[in-house]
T-cell receptor, first 115, second 111 residues
Framework: DVKVTQSSRYLVKRTGEKVFLECVQD?????MFWYRQDPGLGLRLIYFSYDVKMKEKGDIPEGYSVSREKKERFSLILESASTNQTSMYLCASSLTGRGAKNIQYFGAGTRLSVL | KQEVTQIPAALSVPEGENLVLNCSFT??????LQWFRQDPGKGLTSLLL?????REQTSGRLNASLDKSSGRSTLYIAASQPGDSATYLCAVYHSGNQFYFGTGTSLTVIP
């Protein structure tokens, strides 16, 4: 079974702190994604990466950055956390080149509260 | 840009009922459509994948259909149980390695 592991289930941080959210997958997937999920807004893509050291902005990249130094690990960084970044953050991974058979696998999520 | 809509946003049914959840999308040029289940405070669990060339997929009491030309998919749940209570999301896989999600239907099955 594919396993996508997010390092923290719950995080509480203060405004202005630098925050790191870590995600690791064990299936050698090329693509990794970071989403945030808010009530009524659904999942919104922050960033995705299709290879090591490669990244693409999603729909809402402002206030975030990412790092992918190794294939299995994709980190989301909040440079200076703000209260409007309080949300559920979900990491996902998928293969490349599977076309119609491509499936996204999700981690358990990190609930971040910024006070 | 692809837009995915799920109606209704919330649904309550008595245990044992059969029910249908709806998903619609604006751009029919998709590779596949995936249905997920999400329990409160948890991540997404994949339920069914329908490839663009397929019309339906079944897993146990779940049956998902896809009509790509009209931009619609349905998830049919037979003989609902309280354990089916969760939020159900659909997502379409589009070009550029991107997935587009609906906002989900929150299902409550009343014992």
């Amino acid at each position: 079974d594919v396993k996508v592991t997010q390092s923290s289930r719950y995080l509480v941080k203060r405004t202005g702190e630098k925050v790191f959210l870590e995600c690791v997958q064990d299936m050698d997937h090329e693509n990794m994604f970071w989403y945030r999920q808010d009530p009524g807004l659904g999942l919104r893509l922050i960033y995705f990466s299709y290879d090591v050291k490669m990244k693409e902005k999603g729909d809402i990249p402002e206030g975030y950055s990412v790092s992918r130094e190794k294939k299995e690990r994709f980190s989301l960084i909040l440079e200076s956390a703000s209260t409007n970044q309080t949300s559920m953050y979900l990491c996902a991974s998928s293969l490349t080149g599977r076309g119609a058979k491509n499936i996204q696998y999700f981690g358990a999520g990190t609930r971040l509260s910024v006070l | 840009k692809q837009e995915v809509t799920q109606i209704p946003a919330a649904l309550s049914v008595p245990e044992g009922e059969n029910l249908v959840l709806n998903c619609s999308f604006t751009d029919s040029a998709i590779y596949n459509l995936q249905w997920f289940r999400q329990d409160p405070g948890k991540g997404l669990t994949s339920l069914l994948l329908i490839q663009s060339s397929q019309r339906e997929q079944t897993s146990g009491r779940l049956n998902a259909s896809l009509d790509k030309s009209s931009g619609r998919s349905t998830l049919y749940i037979a003989a609902s149980q309280p354990g089916d209570s969760a939020t159900y999301l659909c997502a379409v896989y589009h070009s550029g390695n991107q997935f587009y999600f609906g906002t989900g239907t929150s299902l409550t099955v009343i014992p």
